[in-house]
């Protein structure tokens, strides 16, 4: 009688003790991908050209402001054109309080100068860390006449974690127009 209850109960301490520990499981991020991105040259009615990435649609306004469109990323990446007329110091002031107005919610914002003194183009790009509402900004500017500022936006609420695959794809994006854009002279 005593070996059949020590029997019992070690056979019931093994099916209990041998069980794995329960953990909950943690929350997945989905994986995104997009594809080589391929490029075209846009702006031609303006006075700058630039290129463009067929993934996006451009939708152009009169006064060569633009906005590059991805459906795919629900995001865009607005360009905003401004002549410069004695108000260089006014712009640049404008573009960099522009890009820091996101500080109070980013963890982090770099700054990487970019400059072509081949072709005249100078200028700021910003990227932006943390669930801010634009995770890059930049401009550029030949110092004597023209002044283009970009913002990068998604349609969604800022979740840095989620939106980084399609950020960094697009801030890849920002860097060839500010590579590429060159001045109509």
Not at 78 to 98: E, G, R
Not at 99 to 124: C, L, R, T, W
Not at 162 to 167: C, G, K, N, V
Request: charged share 20%; proline share 4%.
């Amino acid at each position: 009688m005593k070996h059949n209850i020590l029997f019992f109960i070690v056979v019931a301490a093994l099916f209990v003790g041998c069980k794995d520990e329960v953990l909950p499981k943690p929350k997945a991020m989905l994986r995104l991908e997009y594809p080589t991105a391929a490029y075209t040259t846009a702006g031609s009615d303006c006075v700058y050209t630039f290129d463009q990435n067929t993934l996006s649609n451009i939708k152009e306004s009169k006064d060569c402001s633009m906005v590059l469109d991805y459906p795919m990323m629900k995001g865009s990446i607005y360009l905003t054109y401004k002549q410069v007329k004695d108000n260089l110091d006014t712009l640049l002031v404008d573009a960099q309080k522009l890009s820091y107005e996101h500080v109070v919610k980013a963890d982090n914002i770099v700054e990487q100068p970019f400059i072509n003194q081949e072709d005249g183009v100078y200028g700021m790009f910003y990227e932006v860390s943390g669930n801010a509402a634009s995770q890059s900004q930049f401009y550029v500017t030949d110092s004597i006449n023209h002044f283009v500022t970009g913002s990068l936006y998604f349609y969604a609420k800022p979740n840095y974690d989620s939106i980084l695959p399609a950020a960094m794809y697009l801030q890849n994006d920002i860097r060839r127009i500010m590579e590429s854009l060159r001045w109509k002279k």
